[in-house]
């Protein structure tokens, strides 16, 4: 048995694995799933969300963990489970990027999705810089976020939806080849991504290699699209 502890992405909660986890559990294993601090059903007001306050949030349930755990982070979520990785690399087996930003030594995420020319969701920001938000205007959800997902889960979207924190997303990364470098890594890129490009996601993991890269034929959210494929991917780790 393994324990998978899953970081959500931007615009989400921890609510957005239920399609996942209970494949996951099915084969045994034991799943984590929270929210970030000013997510999902989270009630820190977003002048509290920072990088290092992710990074402390997730840390913590790795200290209550009786064995390394296999991370799986999305998109945003990648860069905490790189931070966190500095912090305690004797806690992490294995870290999987699921089309997550794989940042490296002072990059920050808006400075890669700024670069991300063939990225869609883009066009569907609306900074709210008195709040310290980003959002997304509505018609964006469906046509760049869920773009190949089910119906059903683009209006749960809507009702859980809250505008992302933006001080996590302009925060550079403090990561080394000494401690986060020691981790194993995967990447499980998405080939019909319209928020993280596959171009970006290649160029990513190229910089900083993987020991193992995985395909999907699906768009940003492949928990929703494509479930059962993606666990299939996450549990083929625990084989190993």
């Not at 929270?34 to 990088?51: N, R």
């Not at 799986?72 to 790189?82: C, P, R, T, Y």
Request: glycine residues 6%; hydrophobic residues 40%.
């Amino acid at each position: 048995m393994n324990t998978y502890v899953l970081i959500h992405g931007a615009w989400l909660g921890g609510w957005c694995w239920s399609k996942l986890t209970p494949l996951l559990k099915q084969a045994g294993h034991r799943i984590v799933t929270f929210d970030l601090p000013a997510h999902g059903e989270d009630s820190s007001p977003v002048s509290s969300a920072s990088l290092q306050s992710y990074t402390d949030q997730v840390a913590q349930m790795l200290e209550q963990q009786p064995e390394p755990v296999i991370i799986v982070a999305h998109s945003m979520g990648g860069v905490v489970a790189s931070q966190v990785a500095e912090r305690h690399p004797e806690r992490i087996q294995t870290l999987v990027y699921l089309s997550a930003y794989l940042l490296r030594e002072s990059e920050s995420l808006s400075q890669i999705a700024g670069s991300d020319r063939e990225a869609k969701l883009g066009t569907y920001f609306v900074v709210n810089e008195p709040q310290g938000t980003l959002g997304i205007r509505e018609e964006g959800l469906k046509e760049a976020l869920f773009a190949d997902c089910p119906d059903e889960d683009v209006s749960r979207a809507k009702i859980k939806y809250r505008d992302e924190p933006l001080a996590p997303l302009v925060t550079p990364v403090s990561v080394s080849t000494q401690r986060f470098g020691r981790v194993p890594r995967v990447y499980i890129q998405t080939l019909q991504d319209r928020v993280v490009s596959p171009a970006a996601q290649k160029q990513m993991y190229t910089a900083t290699p993987c020991q193992r890269v995985f395909s999907l034929e699906t768009g940003h959210l492949p928990f929703f699209a494509a479930p059962d494929k993606l666990a299939a991917h996450l549990l083929s780790l625990s084989q190993e």
